[in-house]
C-alpha cells in the first residue's frame, strides 16, 4: 500500500499558495486558489484537492488556464445572466459565478448565471456548500470533454457532466455533488491510486466487461452512466443545457479542442428566504430528513447518511489528525 502521511489545513494551503505564484497567480487569486483546494481536500474530496492540485498547474503551464483572467458580462436579461470566463481559473470563475447568481437571487428571489469558456471546477460540491451556508439553494452544473460512452455505445459522446444540489440546514448545508458516470474519473483515481477495488461495477474493462477494477476502467475510459440510460439521458441534457444558456462550447466542441478546457457551466440560485412559507422551511427540512434517517438498514449498511454527512464527518477528522495525502503526491507538489 502507498505510504499515507498527514499534513495540517494550514501548511497544504500554504504550499499550494507558494506553487500558485510561482506559476503567475497574483497574491488574492493565489489565496483564493490556494483556499479552495486546501478545504476540497480537507473535506475528504482528495480527488479535487490535493491530489488534483499538479496537474491543475500543468494546464496552467500548458496556457489552458490563464491565472489572472476576469469574467466578462456578455449578455443580460433579468435574473438571467451570460458571462465569458476567459480561460480563467475554474474554481474562481465558478466562484464569482455562484456569488453572483446569490446576488441576483437576492434582488429578483433566484438568479441564473451561466458562463462560457471557462474551465474544470474542482469540486462542484464547493459551490454548493458556500451558496447553502450563506441560506441559499443552489443547482449548479458543468458540462466536460467527451469521457463517457452513452448508454449501449463503445466510444464516447458525453461528458459526465457534473451536478450539485445544495440546501441550508440548522448551521450546515445538504449537498449532492454527482457526476453522471457511477463513478467520477476522481474517484477512479484514488481508488487505483490506493490500490483498491471498487465497491460496484464501474465500467467496463478491455474485454467488454463490467468491471470493478479502477485501473480497467481508467485504461478504455468506458465509464458506466449513473443509472445506466438515465445518467446518460441526463448528461446529454445537463451538457445541452450549459451550453446554450452560457453561450459557450459544447462536449463536442470542448473535445475537439484536444485537452478540456473551455468548459460550459450553470449556476442557479433561489433566495428562500423570500418565498411565503420561509418561516417553516427550517422545520420542514427537518422533518423530511428524520424521516428519511428513520429508514431501516440493509443487514449490509451501517447507517443512512443524507448527502454532506460524509463531508462533515472527514472535516472534522481532518482538522483534528491532519489531512491524509499518498506521500508521492506530496513530493511531487513539493517540487512544482
Keep these: 500500500m502507498p505510504e499515507v502521511i498527514r499534513i495540517s489545513l494550514d501548511q497544504m494551503e500554504q504550499e499550494f499558495h507558494r506553487v ?50 476576469e469574467p466578462e458580462k456578455k449578455h443580460s436579461s433579468g ?20 456569488e453572483r447568481a446569490i446576488e441576483l437571487s437576492a434582488e429578483y428571489g433566484i438568479g441564473c448565471v451561466a458562463i462560457g469558456r471557462t474551465n474544470h471546477w474542482m469540486r462542484a460540491g464547493y459551490y454548493g456548500w458556500k451558496a447553502a451556508k450563506a441560506g441559499f439553494v443552489l443547482i449548479a452544473w458543468t458540462n466536460t470533454n467527451a469521457n463517457m460512452p452513452a448508454w449501449g455505445a463503445l466510444d464516447c459522446h458525453l461528458g459526465n457532466n457534473p451536478i450539485v444540489l445544495a440546501a441550508p440546514y440548522k448551521s450546515e448545508a445538504i449537498v449532492l455533488d454527482a457526476a453522471m458516470s457511477q463513478f467520477a474519473y476522481g474517484t477512479l483515481e484514488v481508488y487505483r491510486l490506493s490500490g483498491r477495488e471498487l465497491p460496484l461495477a464501474g465500467g467496463y474493462d478491455a474485454r467488454g466487461n463490467l468491471t470493478t477494477d479502477p485501473s480497467a476502467i481508467l485504461e478504455t475510459e468506458r465509464v458506466l452512466p449513473m443509472g445506466y440510460w438515465k445518467g446518460s439521458g441526463m448528461a446529454l441534457l445537463l451538457d445541452i443545457l450549459a451550453t446554450i444558456l452560457s453561450g459557450g462550447l459544447s462536449t463536442k466542441q470542448i473535445t475537439d479542442r484536444g485537452s478540456e478546457h473551455g468548459l460550459s457551466q450553470v449556476f442557479i440560485a433561489a433566495d428562500i428566504s423570500s418565498l411565503g412559507n420561509h418561516h417553516v422551511i427550517p422545520k420542514t427540512i427537518n422533518d423530511i430528513i428524520d424521516d428519511y434517517r428513520s429508514s431501516r438498514p440493509a443487514p449490509e449498511a451501517t447507517e443512512i447518511q443524507y448527502p454532506g454527512e460524509r463531508v462533515l464527518r472527514a472535516r472534522k477528522e481532518n482538522s483534528e489528525a491532519g489531512i491524509p495525502v499518498n506521500q508521492s503526491v506530496w513530493e511531487e507538489i513539493l517540487s512544482l
Aim: hydrophobic content about 40%; glycine content about 12%; proline content about 4%.
Design 20 to 69: 500558485l505564484i510561482k506559476f503567475g497567480f497574483d497574491v488574492g487569486k493565489a489565496e483564493q486558489c490556494a483556499h479552495i483546494f486546501a478545504v476540497n481536500s480537507l473535506d475528504g474530496v482528495y480527488s479535487h484537492g490535493v491530489n488534483r492540485f499538479a496537474r491543475f498547474i500543468q494546464s496552467v503551464k500548458d496556457g489552458h488556464i490563464k491565472p489572472n483572467a
Design 79 to 98: 435574473a438571467l445572466e451570460q458571462w465569458d470566463g476567459g480561460f480563467g481559473p475554474g474554481p474562481l470563475n465558478a466562484t464569482f459565478c455562484t
